[in-house]
């Protein structure tokens, strides 16, 4: 068994709590938290495990063999980077640090050590985006058009990120995961609408070597909570709900057929087609119990997670192009291919 330490026992720390004491391969052995209330909810609630205000004495425990880490990005870094020096495998909330030099080194650690560094990025470990994967890499949707995304609600604000870092990071990871071809550049927009706090909305479009053009809309100042993700292919397209009950992935046999016309070689002739509508049962199993069951696995057999440490550099690397690419009005920031 898998004795695990928890810091940060918030919002998602809280569900990791449970997805760690119910895990088959994990048992959740220690909780962390600098606000006591938090951390007294967690000893009530599993009573046999041992709680700390301090994560230093979580990380040092030789009870504790891996550490979760559910806390501000801004201390990701130091957090994980003493937890892998302790001889710990690691799972970082997304994203995985505040800056890719930071990620980097972490990725150097981990591997130097032969230590498990996984980052949570949890659509990965849906059925849904999973499908979508197998349908890209199978050539079902045919030539890739666009990927158009609008991921809004209203807050949460974050203090230590914007909204790009909170919500876009999400969409980032999937197109990572599920098309083949890499974003070379971001164009990126914002604008803060809270004074002293940083941007709240923003637009990115990202750039790929043939026609795919990827787009994100991510705001935190909508009246309405909307997951929705269109993906348009030459042969079919797919509209991804995270918020549907049921229907989550809709397949479309629609689009467009261009031929030459027969009275002018140069005449184009465009023919729209409407077929049907295919949404595959999906299961629903949650997310993160994918997440914690890869993270044992990888513990167990030394193999390399889904969301291991050089996929989440990567998407640090793509977080910080569209940031300068906001500081510098949307202009094109290049990608380095690595990581």
């Not at 600098?34 to 000893?43: F, S, T, W």
């Not at 193999?303 to 550099?313: D, Q, S």
Request: with cysteine; glycine share 10%.
């Amino acid at each position: 068994m898998i004795r695990v330490g928890v810091i940060g026992c918030g919002y998602w720390g809280t569900n990791l709590l449970r997805n760690f004491a119910e895990g088959a391969s994990c048992g959740l052995a220690a909780a962390s938290d600098l606000v006591a209330e938090r951390l007294a909810v967690a000893k009530r609630r599993y009573p046999g495990v041992k709680a700390a205000a301090d994560a230093a004495a979580l990380i040092e425990d030789p009870a504790i063999d891996a550490v979760a880490i559910a806390t501000p990005v801004s201390t990701h870094y130091e957090l994980a980077l003493r937890a892998l020096q302790a001889g710990k495998h690691v799972l970082v909330e997304k994203p995985l640090a505040a800056k890719s030099e930071e990620g980097k080194h972490l990725v150097e650690e981990a591997e130097r050590r032969g230590l498990t560094l996984m980052v949570d990025h949890t659509f990965l470990y849906t059925d849904s985006v999973r499908l979508i994967r197998e349908l890209i890499h199978g050539g079902e949707l045919g030539e890739l058009y666009y990927y158009d995304s609008v991921r809004i609600n209203l807050g949460l604000f974050q203090h230590d990120v914007n909204v790009v870092w909170d919500l876009a990071a999400h969409d980032l990871s999937i197109l990572e995961y599920v098309v083949p071809q890499r974003i070379r550049a971001v164009s990126a927009t914002g604008l803060t609408h809270v004074p002293g706090s940083p941007e709240d909305i923003a637009y990115l479009t990202l750039h790929y070597d043939d026609s795919l053009i990827g787009h994100l809309h991510v705001n935190w100042l909508a009246p309405v909570k909307i997951r929705r993700t269109v993906i348009g292919g030459s042969r079919r397209m797919v509209v991804y709900d995270e918020l549907e009950p049921s229907e989550k992935v809709k397949i479309y046999d629609r689009g467009i057929t261009v031929e030459e016309g027969s009275e002018e070689a140069y005449q184009l002739l465009i023919g729209y087609r409407a077929g049907d509508m295919l949404a595959p049962q999906i299961g629903l199993t949650e997310a993160l119990k994918g997440v914690v069951s890869e993270f044992a696995r990888c513990i167990e057999t030394g193999a390399r997670p889904r969301t291991g440490g050089p996929e989440g550099l990567r998407v640090v690397r793509l977080l910080e192009a569209a940031g300068r690419s906001m500081a510098n009005k949307g202009a094109p920031i290049e990608v380095p291919d690595e990581g």
